[in-house]
């Protein structure tokens, strides 16, 4: 009794010293801005959901959210605003708000920054980005242990090259345990138009497609087109989209950034922010394969999950040589891989994709 | 190659409906003399007030009657402003198209991810949707009412002096317009797309003004305007789903270059046929 009296006492003391050595106030406000909304199921509810995982794991953090953020002008006002709040970590969720972070983190040194997928960076900003093309491989193996047809098609919004290897490399892991399948690719030319999204994912189950894919921001009207249709599905971005799709649902890959984000927000109480780019995968626990639905054939289980202690291990790529690509060009030779780090140069759709990359 | 001809007929019918109903709303309001480039806003309005409605009710019916009347009701602020405080209408339109997205957003933001049944099967907005233009024509054709909107489109103040008010019937138009735009909208979440995001129109009401000029104005016309439209945003998607070796990015301006041929080649002999006071705003007479 009296001993945990002189235990909370000494805790009560230690705390007490502790603040007075450190005159700032010990709880971090950080500011989120996202470019959608944080429930759409995509892209920016993986960012929304990291969050939530940083302010469980550290309660005494307190975050401002603002949504629907046009990249430019907007998101340099709204993060401002956020500083004058007091927030000291800011988290500008989008690729478009680079230019708009840089600018506002000039202004104030002394707030850190962090910025998903960027390529340019500052002594207050970090960048970082998860390592798409292995999980995506991973999906194509479940899904080419589970189509009738052979054949897989893919939503995609723009022909850029993150996106294209993302395609590649599902095509690359279907055909590693099914050589027969081809994967058909349809580029709406947009990210917000969910109208074009359905007649697209129509077009593609009409070639005789049984599995789509989707890389827009947010899956959920491929996904639903694909359930309505009995056709099965793949997801991307967050781990809600399952729910759209209880048949047919095969898998899917989302953002798990909430370690990541406690991490950046300790680094920042704890004064030890430095200014990185990291890029992390499927072992890092930046990406999650979600749990596989119920079509997915007993055996294509094991096979996925040990490509991905390979991968983990350093003992598989996705880009393994010699690739072709669709016009018959050999753009990796045998014995060699083609880096995870050059993505951004991969403009072509490898062998067995059909679909043009521009 | 009956395969081929269905998947492209069914991706026009998908693609052109949302448009179609939006043609007729722009049509009505023109018809009337009055240009509405906010009919996106109201689309908009109209798409999110039929999902919350889809969402809490389960039922498609009461969605898509939330829908119309809610494009209905959020036209007559336009009304107002154009009729009642003369205000212009190019700019009052372009004012409440952005009003429409900002407040679509804001009633939507809970129920973006959200999850409904939508539309049945055998989409009765679909089988509307035709019947419906041949009405329209019949309506504007055919009847005191529709008479008397056209009279009020060309020219107000004849109409005034044979003892009609311009404005009761503007304001009655353009609320039959917002009814159209809002079903319109609802088409598109409930239908389509299945869900509610930002936005989602994608400029599908300025498509529409530009139909009702491609359409010269006359419902039928419309018809074949909004599914050539729709054909060709499917057959762009149909082709590439097919791997036909054309850049994507040069097949997605299919759809603006077929228009601009049909455009091309329909010129000439046909008189212009847009209505007399189109854009003008009755202030009485003296």
Redesign the interface.
């Known amino acids: 009794m009296s001993r945990s009296l002189v235990a909370i006492l000494s805790t009560i003391a230690v705390i007490a010293v502790a603040a007075t050595g450190e005159p700032a106030d010990p709880k971090l406000k950080v500011g989120v801005v996202h470019l959608?909304?944080v429930?759409?199921?995509g892209y920016n509810?993986a960012h929304a959901d990291g969050i939530a995982v940083m302010k469980k794991n550290l309660p005494e953090v307190e975050v401002i959210q603002v949504?629907?953020v046009a990249e430019g002008a907007d998101a340099e006002r709204v993060m401002e605003n956020m500083i004058r709040q007091g927030a000291r970590l800011i988290f500008a969720a989008s690729f478009g708000y680079l230019e708009p972070a840089l600018r506002v983190a000039q202004k104030y040194p002394d707030v850190k920054f962090v910025h998903p997928g960027g390529y340019k960076r500052l002594p207050n900003v970090t960048t970082y980005w998860a390592s798409t093309p292995e999980a995506f491989y991973l999906m194509g193996m479940a899904a080419g242990k589970t189509t009738k047809t052979n054949k897989i098609?893919y939503v995609v919004a723009l022909?850029i090259s993150f996106f294209l290897a993302n395609v590649n490399a599902f095509e690359l892991g279907a055909r590693a345990v099914n050589p027969k399948v081809e994967t058909?690719?349809?580029?709406?030319?947009?990210f917000?138009?969910?109208?074009?999204?359905?007649?697209?994912a129509?077009?593609?189950l009409?070639?005789g497609v049984d599995v789509l894919g989707v890389i827009v921001?947010?899956p959920?009207?491929v996904v639903?087109v694909a359930e309505k249709r009995n056709a099965y599905a793949v997801g991307f971005h967050s781990l809600?989209a399952q729910?759209?799709a209880p048949k047919g649902w095969i898998t899917g890959v989302a953002f798990t950034w909430g370690n990541l984000y406690t991490r950046f927000a300790r680094q920042v109480m704890e004064g030890t922010f430095k200014s990185e780019n990291i890029l992390g995968s499927l072992k890092d626990d930046f990406l999650t394969l979600a749990p596989f639905g119920p079509a997915v054939p007993a055996d294509a289980v094991g096979v996925v999950n040990t490509r991905k202690d390979e991968f983990a291990a350093g003992k598989a790529h996705p880009f393994q040589g010699p690739l072709r690509d669709n016009k018959g060009v050999e753009r990796v030779k045998a014995g060699e891989a083609f880096p995870l780090t050059d993505l951004a140069k991969m403009d072509w759709l490898v062998e067995g994709v059909?679909?043009?990359p521009? | 190659m009956a395969a081929l001809v269905r998947s492209l007929l069914s991706g026009a019918v998908l693609s052109g409906t949302p448009l179609l109903y939006a043609t007729l709303a722009e049509l009505i309001s023109e018809r009337a003399g009055v240009v509405n480039l906010g009919l996106e806003g109201v689309m908009l309005v109209g798409a999110v007030s039929g999902f919350i409605a889809a969402f809490h009710t389960g039922s498609a019916s009461v969605a898509i009657v939330v829908a119309a009347l809610a494009g209905g009701v959020f036209n007559m602020v336009f009304a107002y402003l154009v009729l009642a405080r003369r205000a212009n209408q190019l700019a009052t339109g372009l004012a409440l198209m952005f009003c429409g997205v900002g407040l679509s957003a804001l009633m939507g933001v809970r129920y973006v991810g959200s999850q409904i049944t939508g539309l049945p099967e055998h989409d009765p907005l679909v089988y509307g949707a035709v019947p419906l233009a041949g009405l329209i024509w019949w309506v504007l054709r055919s009847t005191r009412w529709g008479l008397t909107v056209r009279a009020v489109g060309e020219n107000p103040v004849a109409a005034f002096a044979a003892g009609r008010d311009p404005h009761v019937l503007q304001y009655q138009a353009l609320f039959v317009a917002g009814l159209l735009g809002g079903i319109a909208g609802a088409h598109l979440s409930l239908g389509v797309a299945r869900t509610w995001s930002e936005w989602m129109t994608a400029g599908r009401g300025f498509i529409a003004v530009a139909l009702v000029i491609f359409a010269r104005w006359h419902p039928l016309r419309a018809v074949g305007g909004a599914l050539l439209f729709g054909g060709a945003i499917s057959l762009q998607l149909s082709m590439q789903a097919r791997g036909v070796p054309i850049s994507p990015f040069i097949l997605d301006m299919l759809p603006y270059l077929l228009s601009l041929a049909v455009l091309a080649v329909g010129r000439g002999a046909h008189r212009h046929a847009a209505p007399g006071s189109l854009g003008r705003v009755f202030q009485g007479t003296p």
Do not use: M, Y
């Not at chain 1, 058909?184 to 947009?190: A, K, L, S």
């Not at chain 1, 917000?192 to 697209?200: I, P, Q, S, V, Y």
């Open positions: 959608g909304s429930n759409d199921g509810q949504e629907n098609g022909p058909r690719v349809v580029f709406t030319g947009t917000l138009d969910r109208g074009k999204e359905a007649t697209a129509n077009a593609l009409d070639q921001d947010s959920i009207t639903q809600a729910k759209f059909i679909g043009q521009r």
